[in-house]
């Protein structure tokens, strides 16, 4: 059975970093493309950044672009998100993503909140 597991969200002031993780099990991970999305509160859940099998494509939401970097370890079964540049409207849960055809797989999130 899949199963993602994040962690690395907490508090920081606007300007600062974190990166997060996403910790995989149940798949061939080095196989598929990961993602992340993230949900403010009383907003749609968007993407925020993907990364191919192989580690050599990225893919960034417009309002990322810059300050976040997307990043696996394949032997770690592990995709990373460092966030630099903090700001407010960052804040959101974020959430780890995996497509198998057509299902859609999702960790339970870790919160990331930015103060200004």
């Known amino acids: 059975q899949v199963q993602l597991v994040e962690s690395g969200g907490g508090l920081v002031q606007a300007g600062g970093s974190l990166r997060l993780s996403c910790a995989a099990s149940?798949?061939?991970?080095?196989?598929?493309?990961m993602g992340w999305f993230r949900q403010a509160p009383g907003k749609e859940r968007e993407f925020v950044a993907r990364?191919?099998?192989?580690?050599?494509?990225?893919y960034y939401a417009d309002s990322v672009k810059g300050r976040f970097t997307i990043s696996r370890d394949n032997a770690k079964s592990t995709v990373y998100l460092q966030m630099n540049s903090l700001k407010p409207e960052d804040t959101a849960v974020y959430y780890c993503?995996?497509?198998?055809?057509?299902?859609?797989?999702w960790g339970r999130g870790t919160q990331v909140t930015v103060s200004s």
């Open positions: 993503h995996l497509g198998l055809g057509s299902v859609d797989y």
């Open positions: 149940g798949l061939t991970f080095s196989s598929y493309a």
């Open positions: 990364i191919r099998w192989s580690g050599g494509s990225t």
